[in-house]
């Protein structure tokens, strides 16, 4: 039936009533606080640790400015995916609202 474009609604509500949709957002959701977690590692703590570890030389081994040219982009990723995962959590809590994501 799928192949002629019809589709089989028991294919697509799960057990417990809800869409595939919804677990499909459901994962987008899961993954991006993960992709969000990564990037504050690598946004804060990342750069926190890298610029307090001092060479033999008690110097920093990377100076701030090369720290801030190497994740020059970070901050604004970081931020970007913050707004995503907050839409996307956002969107899940009020499914029953309106049952899409965009």
Do not use: C, M
């Amino acid at each position: 039936e799928e192949e002629d474009g019809g589709t089989d609604t028991n294919y697509d509500r799960q057990p417990d009533g809800r869409s595939r949709a919804f677990y499909i957002v459901k994962e987008l959701v899961d993954s991006e606080r993960l992709h969000v977690k990564a990037l504050k590692l690598l946004q804060i703590d990342f750069r926190d640790a890298v610029g307090s570890v001092v060479g033999d030389d008690g110097q920093p081994v990377l100076d701030d400015e090369r720290l801030r040219e190497i994740l020059n982009e970070l901050p604004d990723v970081y931020s970007l995916h913050r707004k995503i995962f907050a839409e996307l959590e956002s969107r899940i809590r009020h499914w029953d609202d309106g049952k899409r994501i965009a």
